[in-house]
């Protein structure tokens, strides 16, 4: 039996801060058994935690909850209790975590097993860990390494991360983009194949851009994103297109299943709002919706139907997140799209050349294809071409050259529908910066000419 003197010890040492509403000591039963030397059962619990529905199906959870019961068996550990779940690694919204983080601030439990530190938290689980330590809790970790089979859970979770962000800026979720992130996070685990150098490129349009030209341009970017809302209405009608699965098959022959690339996609939209020899009365027509959309070119309208596919799958993924967790707050919104148009190398042209700018004066000027009284045609706008842009802008038409006659001697050698050889896919890969579109931002500026300002970004690329 521990001596009295000891809890004046303890009140000294400030271990027993909490005083009830009539101002007397509480103590802790956890802390007075210690105290006095009482041994007691420790409370020992498990998480245990998959990212996805389909591993839950597939019974990846539940093997890992067989895997803990039987390491706590194994080490004289009596489970009082388990908390399972499936969410992803970044969800700060966990029931069962927030649970289990509760009976640890309570002090009533010792002991957390899991399988790995990202079971508990993909990133910041040192500050986790921290937690559960400062309330008297051990968190044992049964397995050091990562399982194999949580290498796909990380994928996932990192394309969360870049597709949220990715989003943000350019409201871009496309299966398209999901590939490339997939085949970057594929070349950092060591693919021989290195990612390709990307870098955007700003030139100014000229404050002296006439009036007439800028309705141009607005004229443009309003039929664009008028094209862009119609589509995204068509998916929001369509969004069980977005979760349906095609089946596909590995090189080594074996079966699974895909969802839906951005191709399909758009070949699936065009296919129900155009009319043409094969479907001459589709769905849902354009033209009836937008007659100016007839004589749009083709480039534009699909970059618009693309735009429209990235921001209804990112609206949809943050619809089905809200469902899943809190549905108190307000559910996302799709919203209205203002966003710059995007011309591919078919709207901006000069004879056999991909972005030629060309000197008038003491200007530069480069031909773009908008919305102009009435019909489309080629626009001159003065920009203002700094030395750098005219450098990758003459090394974008070089490679571009090049790959044109590299592409033309390898199909000409080629029967039809015969695969390319990885030597021949990597000859025709840009080896200097090199570019295909550019996109026409407009914002508001009181110091140019009808209050706006315009700009073109050229990207470019290089591997």
């Not at 539940?62 to 895997?67: K, N």
């Not at 050091?144 to 089979?149: D, H, I, L, Q």
């Not at 030139?203 to 006439?210: C, P, R, Y």
């Not at 203002?338 to 991909?354: A, G, N």
Request: aromatic letters at 8%; one cysteine or more.
């Amino acid at each position: 039996m521990s001596h009295p003197k000891r809890f004046a010890g303890g009140r000294k040492k400030g271990r027993f801060k909490k005083r009830s509403p009539t101002d007397r000591r509480l103590y802790s039963v956890r802390e007075v058994k210690r105290i006095l030397g009482v041994r007691t059962q420790e409370h020992v619990v498990i998480y245990a935690r998959v990212s996805s529905a389909q591993q839950k199906t597939d019974g990846n959870l539940a093997r890992q909850v067989q895997r803990l019961k039987q390491y706590a068996q194994d080490h004289g550990y009596e489970v009082s209790r388990v908390f399972q779940e499936q969410a992803s690694g970044i969800n700060e919204n966990r029931k069962q975590l927030h649970q289990l983080l509760q009976l640890a601030e309570q002090h009533e439990i010792q002991r957390v097993l899991i399988e790995c530190p990202n079971r508990v938290a993909r990133f910041g689980y040192r500050y986790v860990e921290r937690f559960f330590r400062s309330h008297g809790v051990t968190v044992e970790v049964t397995h050091k390494t990562e399982p194999k089979s949580s290498q796909e859970e990380l994928v996932n979770d990192l394309l969360t991360i870049v597709t949220v962000f990715s989003a943000r800026l350019y409201g871009k979720r496309s299966q398209k983009f999901r590939q490339k992130a997939k085949q970057l996070i594929h070349e950092m685990e060591g693919g021989k194949r290195m990612p390709m150098l990307v870098k955007t490129v700003k030139i100014g349009v000229h404050k002296e851009l006439h009036a007439v030209k800028q309705q141009s341009i607005l004229a443009t970017q309003a039929l664009y994103n008028q094209t862009m809302a119609f589509y995204m209405e068509f998916f929001v009608g369509h969004v069980a297109v977005l979760d349906a699965k095609k089946e596909a098959r590995h090189k080594n022959g074996t079966p699974y299943e895909r969802m839906w690339t951005n191709q399909e996609l758009l070949a699936f939209a065009e296919r129900h709002t155009l009319d043409t020899k094969t479907h001459p009365h589709p769905l849902q027509p354009l033209m009836e919706s937008l007659p100016s959309a007839r004589t749009m070119p083709v480039s534009l309208r699909r970059a618009a139907i693309n735009h429209a596919i990235g921001k209804v799958k990112s609206w949809y993924s943050l619809l089905k997140l809200w469902e899943a967790t809190d549905r108190k707050k307000r559910p996302p919104q799709l919203g209205t799209p203002h966003e710059p148009i995007t011309f591919y190398s078919d709207m901006v042209e000069y004879p056999d050349v991909d972005l030629e700018f060309q000197r008038q004066g003491r200007h530069d000027f480069v031909a773009v294809k908008l919305f102009h009284e009435g019909q489309w045609q080629l626009v001159p706008l003065p920009v203002i071409l700094h030395p750098h842009a005219q450098k990758v802008l003459g090394e974008s038409q070089t490679e571009s050259a090049r790959i044109a006659e590299t592409t033309s001697q390898i199909t000409a050698r080629k029967a039809p529908k015969e695969a390319w050889t990885k030597e021949e896919k990597a000859s025709v890969r840009p080896k200097r910066w090199y570019t295909l579109s550019l996109s026409l931002y407009v914002k508001r500026d009181k110091q140019y000419r009808g209050g706006l300002r315009f700009a073109l970004h050229i990207p470019f690329e290089k591997g």
